[in-house]
């Protein structure tokens, strides 16, 4: 979200009148102090002032102030700023600037420190178009603002591997065409050489029927043949799409799949591609076929008769007006039909993931209900858009009809007159039939078309997403030892909210690094940012003196172990998924492995051993059965460094004690960072990180922070207390 918006030039010359300085930042907010709704106000910061102007003006400098923030309310915010210790507010908007008003309060705040050479960057996407101010659809360009050709170019770009299919398909079409042209001549000849005369006998009208028949039977060949192709070149489209949007899914980071609900990027991989199938089989491969066809027949037309072709050429402005006045609601048909289909997909998602809950609880039939009740609304939405169609298109074939009711009025008096033949007026009818064919599927193509596009928008709204994290070039591949440096560093899900900030830690090689606080206090993010599922906002992470960003992912990856606490199998085999971390692996690894993971005694007991297969989620296994499997998963790839993260909170005495064995096993010599509850589980470790208020507060072993009586001591006291209560 922009950040730094230019002003209007009356504004901008009240400001330069003020100062001399340029915004640093600016912002435009849609409520005034009082609440009403307003459309010029505008927010902002220089190096020495905050400024408002519009419909409001006020000026503070920038070192009056303390400290800035924004206060969230019920449907949207307020940014207040602390002077003299008391609290100012400055500005109010509405959940649409909301993010923009946190990035403003964190800009001012460091304005006010003297940190006049950061700048805050807000990487949350747009909800609102900026030019029309519209909702955008589920995507990052506005359907509405966006440029026609966009779409067409990226069809274009699609079908180039298959230029040469392409090829053959509009030369069977032109053929196909010529053919369909040239049969009238055949019949207008049979008609008035013969049929008006009198004059044939049964050998002219063999040869006749013999060469029409011979005729259609070249054009219904090249026809399938064409269909064939057509199909072919179809799904070859969606093929390439489906893995092309599965692989760029791969490589985007977990910031943007965090914020995308899996059943609309399910829909996009499937639905959106098999839309564009659809278009390319149906209509784009027809597209030049017809557009063909439509001259031809304009310019025979005109040169047979070129009254009769102005008659049946009448209607046809109108249609296309007609048309293009509803395109628009066209446009949005399709894109609400899409969202209530994407809602039906993440409940359905939702459900069956979480089913045994769903029957834990015995709320099979809320479910039911609520997902009719989605469901009723994509039915209401489809049945409302095809009540349209259905009035829509009728219309238009009415309109089409009129100009084929005018030729034969006109051409029956011209034959009734003598300036026409019978076989001339039938040759003109079968052309305007041919006509209103291709003006028909034309009437018909606004609805396949935007159908298509906005599918096309779907899909490249996650093709054109640049993944965060990256190999740089000439990235680092070495064996990581397990040196980590973790450097001031500041980091937030959404960019205006850090949950760490300037944290700083060092650990040693072979160290066991225990990570307590309350829940939400970021230990969970800080081992995701040791990973580099995330990247920094501020800081440095450093691995054996190397930043985190100059590794090779792939090779720096291959050297961490992970067991987390929702122990995550996919559906397979326990072979297959102890195997996963190293395909490479051999069997004997993977038997060392699962004993040192405590796991080879009760694999050896499934049905089939290790290739038992253990349904999704390895919901045929116990908790303790997955998460020693998991340890086998992490132990194969000899890991450097080590992440727990609650990997015992939800199990047994005995499923924990013998887990617990095969952490001691599998924590030595390695980099170890465990998170645990239970901090009885953590007395071992070689230091302990207390992590509260966004950064390490206590750091030292498990008696040095009991003798401290700090944060870590009341949390072993309350754990005690507990512990003793329940027995």
Same mark, same amino acid.
């Given at each position: 979200?922009?950040?730094?918006?230019?002003?209007?030039?009356?504004?901008?010359?009240?400001?330069?009148?003020?100062?001399?300085?340029?915004?640093?930042?600016?912002?435009?907010?849609?409520?005034?102090?009082?609440?009403?709704?307003?459309?010029?106000?505008?927010?902002?910061?220089?190096?020495?002032?905050?400024?408002?102007?519009?419909?409001?003006?006020?000026?503070?400098?920038?070192?009056?102030?303390?400290?800035?923030?924004?206060?969230?309310?019920?449907?949207?915010?307020?940014?207040?700023?602390?002077?003299?210790?008391?609290?100012?507010?400055?500005?109010?908007?509405?959940?649409?600037?909301?993010?923009?008003?946190?990035? @403003?309060?964190?800009? %001012?705040?460091? =304005? /006010?420190?003297?940190?006049? *050479? +950061? &700048?805050?960057?807000?990487?949350?996407? !747009?909800?609102?178009?900026?030019?029309?101010?519209?909702?955008?659809?589920?995507?990052?360009?506005?359907?509405?603002?966006?440029?026609?050709?966009?779409?067409?170019?990226?069809?274009?770009?699609?079908?180039?591997?298959?230029?040469?299919?392409?090829?053959?398909?509009?030369?069977?079409?032109?053929?196909?065409?010529?053919?369909?042209?040239?049969?009238?001549?055949?019949?207008?000849?049979?008609?008035?050489?013969?049929?008006?005369?009198?004059?044939?006998?049964?050998?002219?009208?063999?040869?006749?029927?013999?060469?029409?028949?011979?005729?259609?039977?070249?054009?219904?060949?090249?026809?399938?043949?064409?269909?064939?192709?057509?199909?072919?070149?179809?799904?070859?489209?969606?093929?390439?799409?489906?893995?092309? @949007?599965?692989?760029? %899914?791969?490589? =985007? /980071?977990?910031?943007?799949? *965090? +914020? &995308?609900?899996?059943?609309?990027?399910? !829909?996009?991989?499937?639905?959106?591609?098999?839309?564009?199938?659809?278009?390319?089989?149906?209509?784009?491969?027809?597209?030049?076929?017809?557009?063909?066809?439509?001259?031809?027949?304009?310019?025979?037309?005109?040169?047979?008769?070129?009254?009769?072709?102005?008659?049946?050429?009448?209607?046809?402005?109108?249609?296309?007006?007609?048309?293009?006045?509803?395109?628009?609601?066209?446009?949005?048909?399709?894109?609400?039909?899409?969202?209530?289909?994407?809602?039906?997909?993440?409940?359905?998602?939702?459900?069956?993931?979480?089913?045994?809950?769903?029957?834990?609880?015995?709320?099979?039939?809320?479910?039911?209900?609520?997902?009719?009740?989605?469901?009723?609304?994509?039915?209401?939405?489809?049945?409302?858009?095809?009540?349209?169609?259905?009035?829509?298109?009728?219309?238009?074939?009415?309109?089409?009809?009129?100009?084929?009711?005018?030729?034969?009025?006109?051409?029956?008096?011209?034959?009734?007159?003598?300036?026409?033949?019978?076989?001339?007026?039938?040759?003109?009818?079968?052309?305007?039939?041919?006509?209103?064919?291709?003006?028909?599927?034309?009437?018909?193509?606004?609805?396949?078309?935007?159908?298509?596009?906005?599918?096309?928008?779907?899909?490249?709204?996650?093709?054109?997403?640049?993944?965060?994290?990256?190999?740089?070039?000439?990235?680092?591949?070495?064996?990581?030892?397990?040196?980590?440096?973790?450097?001031?560093?500041?980091?937030?899900?959404?960019?205006?909210?850090?949950?760490?900030?300037?944290?700083?830690?060092?650990?040693?090689?072979?160290?066991?690094?225990?990570?307590?606080?309350?829940?939400?206090?970021?230990?969970?993010?800080?081992?995701?940012?040791?990973?580099?599922?995330?990247?920094?906002?501020?800081?440095?992470?450093?691995?054996?003196?190397?930043?985190?960003?100059?590794?090779?992912?792939?090779?720096?990856?291959?050297?961490?172990?992970?067991?987390?606490?929702?122990?995550?199998?996919?559906?397979?085999?326990?072979?297959?998924?102890?195997?996963?971390?190293?395909?490479?692996?051999?069997?004997?690894?993977?038997?060392?492995?699962?004993?040192?993971?405590?796991?080879?005694?009760?694999?050896?007991?499934?049905?089939?051993?290790?290739?038992?297969?253990?349904?999704?989620?390895?919901?045929?296994?116990?908790?303790?059965?997955?998460?020693?499997?998991?340890?086998?998963?992490?132990?194969?790839?000899?890991?450097?460094?080590?992440?727990?993260?609650?990997?015992?909170?939800?199990?047994?005495?005995?499923?924990?004690?013998?887990?617990?064995?095969?952490?001691?096993?599998?924590?030595?010599?390695?980099?170890?960072?465990?998170?645990?509850?239970?901090?009885?589980?953590?007395?071992?470790?070689?230091?302990?990180?207390?992590?509260?208020?966004?950064?390490?507060?206590?750091?030292?072993?498990?008696?040095?922070?009991?003798?401290?009586?700090?944060?870590?001591?009341?949390?072993?006291?309350?754990?005690?207390?507990?512990?003793?209560?329940?027995?």
């Amino acid at each position: 979200m922009e950040l730094n918006l230019k002003l209007p030039n009356e504004l901008r010359q009240r400001l330069a009148n003020k100062t001399a300085a340029e915004p640093i930042y600016c912002i435009k907010t849609d409520l005034s102090l009082t609440g009403n709704y307003t459309d010029r106000l505008y927010i902002g910061a220089t190096e020495k002032e905050i400024f408002i102007l519009g419909e409001e003006e006020k000026f503070i400098p920038i070192s009056s102030v303390q400290s800035a923030s924004c206060i969230n309310l019920v449907n949207g915010g307020i940014l207040t700023v602390s002077i003299d210790g008391e609290e100012i507010m400055l500005a109010r908007c509405s959940m649409t600037h909301i993010s923009r008003f946190f990035c @403003l309060a964190k800009g %001012i705040k460091w =304005l /006010s420190e003297g940190k006049t *050479d +950061k &700048r805050v960057v807000n990487t949350e996407r !747009e909800k609102y178009c900026k030019k029309c101010g519209r909702v955008l659809p589920g995507t990052s360009h506005c359907p509405k603002c966006d440029k026609e050709h966009r779409n067409f170019n990226r069809l274009i770009n699609i079908c180039k591997p298959h230029a040469a299919t392409l090829v053959v398909i509009v030369a069977l079409m032109l053929f196909g065409s010529a053919i369909d042209l040239s049969v009238q001549f055949v019949l207008r000849y049979f008609v008035d050489g013969y049929l008006v005369t009198g004059k044939g006998t049964a050998l002219n009208v063999l040869v006749v029927f013999a060469v029409y028949f011979g005729i259609t039977l070249v054009s219904a060949i090249g026809y399938l043949y064409r269909t064939y192709l057509c199909n072919k070149l179809g799904i070859g489209v969606s093929y390439r799409l489906r893995a092309q @949007l599965n692989n760029h %899914i791969q490589k =985007l /980071s977990l910031s943007f799949l *965090d +914020k &995308r609900n899996p059943g609309a990027v399910i !829909e996009r991989v499937m639905n959106d591609t098999n839309h564009v199938r659809g278009f390319i089989c149906d209509c784009f491969c027809n597209m030049f076929g017809m557009l063909v066809t439509l001259v031809s027949l304009a310019v025979l037309m005109l040169v047979l008769n070129w009254k009769l072709a102005l008659a049946a050429f009448a209607f046809a402005p109108l249609i296309i007006i007609f048309a293009r006045t509803f395109w628009p609601k066209i446009r949005r048909i399709f894109h609400n039909q899409h969202r209530r289909s994407d809602r039906i997909h993440n409940k359905l998602q939702d459900v069956l993931s979480g089913i045994r809950i769903v029957k834990t609880y015995g709320k099979e039939k809320e479910e039911v209900e609520e997902f009719c009740k989605l469901n009723d609304k994509l039915a209401d939405v489809q049945r409302s858009n095809e009540t349209f169609f259905a009035i829509f298109f009728p219309f238009l074939s009415l309109l089409l009809a009129f100009g084929s009711y005018l030729i034969t009025y006109l051409g029956g008096m011209g034959v009734l007159e003598g300036s026409m033949t019978v076989g001339e007026l039938m040759q003109f009818i079968s052309y305007a039939g041919m006509l209103l064919g291709p003006l028909s599927w034309m009437s018909f193509l606004p609805r396949r078309i935007i159908n298509m596009t906005t599918s096309l928008e779907r899909i490249y709204d996650i093709l054109d997403e640049v993944p965060g994290i990256i190999n740089k070039e000439n990235a680092l591949k070495k064996e990581i030892e397990g040196n980590i440096e973790i450097n001031n560093i500041t980091f937030g899900y959404n960019s205006y909210e850090p949950v760490l900030e300037n944290l700083s830690l060092k650990v040693k090689k072979g160290e066991m690094i225990g990570l307590v606080g309350s829940s939400g206090c970021g230990k969970s993010t800080l081992i995701n940012l040791i990973m580099r599922l995330y990247d920094t906002d501020e800081g440095e992470i450093l691995i054996d003196g190397n930043n985190i960003k100059d590794l090779d992912l792939a090779s720096y990856h291959s050297s961490i172990g992970v067991v987390l606490q929702e122990t995550f199998l996919f559906a397979g085999t326990v072979l297959d998924n102890i195997r996963f971390a190293n395909p490479s692996a051999s069997m004997l690894d993977i038997i060392k492995a699962a004993k040192s993971a405590n796991a080879h005694e009760f694999i050896c007991k499934l049905p089939d051993g290790y290739n038992t297969y253990i349904g999704e989620k390895g919901h045929m296994l116990s908790g303790g059965e997955k998460q020693r499997i998991a340890i086998a998963r992490a132990i194969l790839t000899n890991p450097k460094i080590l992440i727990l993260d609650e990997a015992t909170s939800a199990l047994d005495t005995e499923s924990e004690y013998q887990i617990q064995e095969a952490f001691e096993r599998l924590r030595k010599g390695r980099t170890t960072f465990a998170i645990a509850h239970r901090l009885s589980t953590l007395r071992n470790a070689d230091r302990i990180a207390v992590i509260n208020d966004k950064k390490v507060e206590e750091l030292g072993t498990h008696n040095e922070l009991l003798q401290l009586k700090g944060i870590y001591y009341g949390l072993v006291m309350a754990q005690l207390e507990m512990n003793k209560n329940k027995e």
